[in-house]
Structure formats: C-alpha cells, structure tokens
C-alpha cells in the first residue's frame, strides 16, 4: 500500500504546496514578481497562476470577479536574471537597494485581458481549489526542464509544480494553464468556455485525491 502511495505521487498526480518565502533572495525575488506582475492589482484572486520560467520572462494571469475578465501579464525578459545582481545579494547597505531596486522599470511588462463570465470562472476556481487542497509535501517537485508553476486558489493556498510530464494530472493543469494564457492574448472567451469539460473532469481527478478525512467534510466555499 505504501509502495503504491509513493508511486502515485512520484508520477505527479498531485501538486506540491508552494514553498515557504524564507530565504532572502526568494523574498527578494517575490518583491519583483508583485511588483511588476501581481501590481497590488487584488486582494484576493478568485483564481490565479505563475508561470516562472529559468530563462524567459515570467508571467501571471489572474480573474478580476468586478470587471468579469481574464488578466495575462508577461515579462519581456527574465524578472529574475535582469535583477540577479540584487536578487542574491545579502549586503543589506540601503544604499545599494535604493541604486538596484530601479533595475525593475527596465523590463516591459505586456498586459492583457479577455471577458470571462463568473459563471465560466467558476468551473477554473473550483479545479485550482481541489489541485491545492489534494497538493503534498511528498510530490514530486522537479520535473523536465525548468519551468515553475504555480496556482492560487484564493490568497490562503498555493501550490506549485515543475515542468510535469503531460501524461499527468499536473501536466493536465499545466496545459489548461497555457491554454488560458493563449486564448486571453488572442481574446477568444469562447475558447475559454470550450475548456470545461476538461476542466471539470480534472478538478474530479484532484478531488479524488483528497485525504480520506476531509471527503466528508464541507468544502471551504469564498
């Protein structure tokens, strides 16, 4: 049974659960990506999602439940190697922070945005919600190559994954992810909607991987 426990998880049926911000050049690092994606647009996300590739720009997509719309905002370059040089530096000199902190307003930030209807939006919370709430420490955390993930179910859970295998659940997700992302740019919410039965059936693959003591439990609903 625990054989079969630590295979299912090795082979990426679950996400992890993001990691703690602690170390100095993630919290650094996290200063950049709110900054210039995230932007103090919301404080709570119905749905949304981080794309952190190693070398290309990042970039966050997220629902705006007031105006009722998909926003996609991508980086023109990597946020995290134009600002590598204060990103890894520990010197805590104010003076050094106040020359490199401005490095930011170099990287062009592209936005864009796609109507969604809240009753569409829902079918995508409801698949972030059970992608984090079945995630575990014990997943596997790295994948093919370097490309970070991460979801946001609300602004209380997270998690994340690593390039998964597209044979998996969370390469599933994945592929959903890059689809919203491409349809919100090219501005088809028709496209969008297309999406729902896959989306649905994946968030029943998540859910059926709750832990047994929460199956009965009342999903948590915002």
């Not at 990597?78 to 805590?92: G, H, K, L, P």
């Not at 490199?100 to 969604?116: K, Q």
């Not at 649905?200 to 609903?221: G, S």
């Amino acid at each position: 049974m625990l054989m079969g426990f630590a295979s299912e998880i090795h082979a990426q049926s679950r996400l992890t659960p993001a990691s703690a911000l602690t170390a100095k050049y993630k919290i650094k690092y996290r200063y950049y990506i709110n900054k210039l994606l995230h932007q103090n647009d919301a404080d709570f996300y119905y749905f949304a999602f981080e794309i952190r590739p190693s070398f290309h720009g990042e970039s966050f997509c997220f629902y705006n439940i007031q105006k009722e719309e998909v926003v996609y905002r991508i980086a023109q370059r990597s946020i995290y190697y134009t600002n590598s040089n204060m990103i890894n530096n520990n010197d805590s000199d104010k003076k050094k922070k106040k020359e490199i902190f401005p490095n930011s307003n170099n990287i062009e930030v592209t936005e864009y945005r796609c109507p969604l209807s809240k009753d569409i939006a829902k079918h995508f919370k409801q698949l972030f919600e059970a992608a984090t709430i079945s995630s575990s420490v014990l997943a596997k955390r790295f994948g093919c190559d370097g490309i970070m993930y991460q979801i946001y179910s609300g602004n209380l859970w997270s998690a994340e994954c690593w390039s998964p295998d597209e044979r998996t659940n969370c390469g599933k997700l994945v592929r959903i992810l890059e689809e919203i992302t491409e349809y919100t740019k090219e501005n088809k919410p028709k496209e969008i909607e297309k999406m729902i039965p896959e989306v649905d059936e994946l968030c029943k693959t998540f859910e059926a991987l709750y832990p047994e003591d929460l199956v009965n439990e009342n999903r948590i609903n915002y």
